[in-house]
C-alpha cells in the first residue's frame, strides 16, 4: 500500500542532543512536509521541499535542519539549538499544486529530558 | 497573507446534536479552503476542500461546509453527530505553494 511512513512512534532523548526523525513516502509525490503539533497551537510549518536538493523554511525552522537527497525521504533532524523541542512531529507529502490535499504520516511523538 | 482562525477551541456535545465548527480566512487572493480531522490516535485526514464553484461542498462522513465569501467563512457542519465524531478538526488554506492550518478545535461528543 502507498502511504508515509514516520519512525520511531516515540523517541526519547536527553538534553543537548540532536536527533533525527525519519520520514519516508512511496506515493511518488514531489513535495515533502514537517509539521509540528502542539496543543492549542495546531500544526505550524518547520520545513518543506517541493524537489530533490531543496527545501525551504517553514514558520518555524529555527533550531532544526532537514536534507532531501532521495524524492521518497525527507528526515527532520531537531537540534540542541531548538529551545523546545518535546512536540508531537507530522510529515507530510503531496503532488504540487493546489488541487491536491496532503498525505500525512502517523506521527513522531519526540520527548526530550 | 492569507490565514484561517477558529474560534472554538474545544467543544462538547451530546450524540445527534447539530454541529457547527467556525473557521474564518483573510482574503489573500484564490481562496482555497480545507477541513482536516484527526480521530484519536489516527492520521489526519482530508474531510472536504473547497477551490471553486458550488460554494456547498459535500465531505466524507456526512460532514458539509459551506463557503459564504461575504463572511469570509467556511464553517464545517453535521447535522446530527455521532460519538465516533470525536476528534480534533482543523480548518486550512492554501499559500505560496503549502497548507497553513488554523489552531484546530478539539470535539468530544457524549454518548
Known amino acids: 500500500d502507498g502511504g508515509i511512513t514516520q519512525s520511531p512512534k516515540y523517541l526519547f532523548r536527553k538534553e543537548g542532543q540532536n536527533v533525527t526523525l525519519s520520514c519516508e513516502q512511496n506515493?511518488?509525490?514531489?513535495?515533502m512536509y514537517w509539521y509540528r503539533q502542539d496543543p492549542g497551537q495546531g500544526l505550524r510549518l518547520i520545513y518543506y521541499?517541493?524537489?530533490?536538493?531543496?527545501?525551504q523554511k517553514g514558520d518555524i525552522a529555527e533550531g532544526y535542519s532537514v536534507s532531501r537527497e532521495k524524492k521518497e525521504s525527507f528526515p527532520l533532524t531537531v537540534t540542541s539549538a531548538q529551545k523546545n523541542p518535546t512536540a508531537f512531529y507530522l510529515c507530510?507529502?503531496?503532488?504540487?499544486?493546489?488541487?491536491?490535499?496532503?498525505?500525512f504520516g502517523s506521527g513522531t511523538r519526540l520527548t526530550v529530558v | 497573507a492569507q490565514s484561517v482562525s477558529q474560534h472554538n477551541h474545544h467543544v462538547i456535545l451530546s450524540e445527534a446534536a447539530s454541529l457547527e465548527l467556525g473557521c474564518n480566512y483573510s482574503?489573500?487572493?484564490?481562496?482555497?479552503l480545507f477541513w482536516y480531522v484527526q480521530y484519536p490516535g489516527q492520521h489526519l485526514q482530508l474531510l472536504l476542500k473547497?477551490?471553486?464553484?458550488?460554494?456547498l461542498v459535500k465531505g466524507i462522513k456526512g460532514f458539509e461546509a459551506e463557503f459564504i465569501k461575504s463572511k469570509f467563512s467556511f464553517n464545517l457542519r453535521k447535522p446530527s453527530v455521532q460519538w465516533s465524531d470525536t476528534a480534533e478538526y482543523f480548518c486550512?488554506?492554501?499559500?505560496?505553494?503549502?497548507?497553513?492550518f488554523g489552531k484546530g478545535t478539539r470535539l468530544h461528543i457524549l454518548p
Open positions: 507530510a507529502s503531496s503532488i504540487v499544486g493546489t488541487d491536491y490535499g496532503y498525505t
Open positions: 486550512a488554506t492554501y499559500r505560496d505553494d503549502k497548507i497553513i
Open positions: 506515493l511518488n509525490h514531489d513535495a
Open positions: 482574503y489573500g487572493g484564490t481562496v482555497n
Open positions: 473547497y477551490f471553486s464553484g458550488d460554494p
Open positions: 521541499s517541493q524537489i530533490v536538493n531543496d527545501f
